[in-house]
């Protein structure tokens, strides 16, 4: 009888595209770039924003008008510029095929594997957190990983690049209005993963930075993917190699910048807007648990105000004035 071991069987799930999301400045481009380090992925250093502005701005795409203007669009757009493709490779199948913005997206990365001789691909666009029901409704053997970091960590890196303005009323740091946009969108993408059973999965930056090795070996069988760390750190595309940080100008740990950036009071004030989801996610708190009436009104104001605003981007004809705006600086 031999001693040799079969390898495990591959099944369809090995060929499906993985979809790496997460809050903006949550680790989701190092975890990207190391699934792009492993081998056989497109490379496409890009978010390809397929379901938070083109497919907003020109649907329905089951009209081939939207279709052409779509396409016209997207050709401005550095989105195109970095796939690699000539439109003859991908207009022929997006004007007679495409009928949605799974089917573009779809439709694009397939013809980049072809090109460039690889049989999977995988997308990174943070805000997709909050697609996930509609990216498998239209790609249905797509694979979620959810990547969470510290919500006082990501706060703290969205208030240095300016991302998010706190209410013209409000005079606390932005921070405070950015920790309240971080839970409501991760507590967005979890309720919609857990609904998606095995195809749904998290990790947490501060895993990925600590052991990397251990965290890309348990999500092996969740892609059906060898992520082997030497050879993703010999490869190193991207943030593998240069850390794709806020923070430019300093050495520290990214883990944990909160302790040094936030005063007491502020770190106190940060963590009874948000600090019931720090904990459900084991991020212990370092001040106690306030139950100011103030902090729930300044919570519910701008969890409102986001809610609003993706209800109008997505559900009416008003998200049209959103994405037009938005589409200019790609």
């Known amino acids: 009888m031999s001693n040799i071991q079969s390898a495990p069987l591959k099944t369809d799930r090995s060929k499906a595209p993985v979809f790496v999301i997460g809050c903006s400045r949550s680790g989701t481009t190092l975890l990207y770039h190391m699934l792009l380090s492993s081998g056989n992925f497109a490379i496409y250093r890009m978010e390809s924003m397929i379901f938070t502005l083109l497919e907003p701005r020109f649907r329905p795409l089951t009209n081939p008008l939207n279709k052409r203007r ?7 757009t550095r989105l195109y510029g970095r ?10 199948r997006i004007m007679a095929e495409c009928q949605n913005g799974g089917d573009f997206l779809r439709i694009v990365m397939e013809q980049m594997c072809r090109k460039q001789g690889v049989e999977r691909w995988a997308e990174t666009t943070p805000e997709h957190l909050l697609y996930i029901p509609r990216i498998k409704e239209t790609i249905p053997n797509a694979l979620i990983v959810h990547v969470i970091r510290d919500g006082r960590d990501v706060a703290l890196s969205w208030e240095k690049l ?3 303005r706190p209410f013209p009323w409000d005079r606390k740091r932005p921070a405070m209005a950015a920790a309240i946009y971080w839970e409501w969108i991760v507590n967005k ?3 919609a993963g857990r609904k998606l059973g095995g195809d749904y999965i998290e990790v947490h930056y501060e895993d990925l930075v600590r052991k990397p090795a251990e965290v890309l070996k348990n999500l092996e069988p969740f892609i059906e993917h060898d992520l082997d760390y030497e050879r993703i750190t ?3 595309i991207g943030s593998v190699a240069a850390p794709n940080t806020a923070f430019k100008d300093e050495q520290r740990s990214p883990i944990g910048r909160w302790k040094n ?9 940060l963590e009874g807007l948000v600090g019931r989801t720090l904990e459900s996610l084991q991020y212990e708190l370092a001040t106690k648990a306030s139950s100011r009436s103030d902090l729930a009104r300044m919570r519910a104001a701008y969890r409102l105000y986001f809610e609003s605003k993706q209800y109008l981007k997505t559900r009416t004809p008003a998200g049209r004035w959103f994405v037009t705006r938005d589409l200019s600086w790609v």
């Not at 779509?70 to 401005?76: E, F, K, Q, R, T």
């Not at 796939?83 to 022929?92: A, H």
């Not at 950036?261 to 004030?269: H, N, Y």
């Open 162 to 164: 300016h991302q998010i």
């Open 189 to 191: 993408g979890r309720e």
């Open 83 to 92: 796939s690699g493709l000539e439109p003859s490779e991908i207009e022929p």
């Open 234 to 236: 010999q490869v190193a």
């Open 261 to 269: 950036d936030l005063p007491q009071e502020e770190l106190a004030t």
């Open 70 to 76: 779509m396409l016209d669009a997207w050709y401005g």
